[in-house]
Every structure is written in C-alpha cells, then in structure tokens.
C-alpha cells in the first residue's frame, strides 16, 4: 500500500522559513517524480516545485521560484520543499505527489499558515 506522508507544516511568521518532509513507503521511490502542490482557501491546488526521478531536474512556480528549493534523498524516500521568505500569501494546504507511468499519489497535505 503506498503512503505519502508530510510533516514540518506550521505557523511562521512573514519572512520566515519552514521545511517541509515528505515520506513515502509502498513504492519504488526512486523512480517516481516528486511534487509539491498547495491549496489555498477558495483557490485551486497549483504547483509548486517538482523533481525528476533520474536526473534530479527540477521546477518551481513562478510564485516560488528563488524562495523555495525542492530536493529527495532517495535513501530515506522522502522529498523535502525548503520554504524560505514565507510570504502570507503561501498560506495553504500542502500536499506532496508521486508520479511514476501515469500512476498518481497523493498525501494527505500539511497546513503552512503565514502570518504576524
């Protein structure tokens, strides 16, 4: 049975930092690509930052990009999404994604709040 697991998501204050994990079990980690989606009240989940299986290759939201860094450790099979200069505005729900030959999972989602 495959399970996503995230922790690490919490209340921050403008300007700062959270690391969010991403465990997986169940599956060949190695070879799924990994994501990190959110979901603000009201709004549709978007995507954040993914990363490839093979090459390590990644990409970011606009929203994000140079603020938030998206790696794995395949040894411990789990992604992380480093988020730094939190902005209230990336207050949601974050959920990571394994995507592997057309096969999707999903965690159960972490609450990032930002606010003073």
């Known amino acids: 049975q495959v399970q996503l697991v995230e922790s690490g998501g919490g209340f921050v204050q403008p300007g700062g930092s959270l690391r969010l994990s991403c465990a997986a079990s169940g599956l060949r980690f190695s070879v799924y690509a990994m994501s990190w989606y959110r979901q603000a009240p009201g709004k549709e989940r978007e995507s954040v930052a993914s990363?490839?299986?093979?090459?390590?290759?990644?990409s970011y939201s606009v929203y994000v990009e140079g603020r938030f860094t998206i790696y794995r450790d395949n040894a411990k099979n789990t992604v992380y999404l480093q988020m730094n200069s939190l902005k209230p505005e990336d207050t949601a729900v974050y959920y990571c994604?394994?995507?592997?030959?057309?096969?999707?999972?999903w965690g159960q989602g972490t609450q990032v709040t930002v606010s003073s």
């Open positions: 990363i490839s299986s093979t090459t390590g290759s990644t």
């Open positions: 994604k394994a995507s592997y030959s057309g096969s999707d999972y």
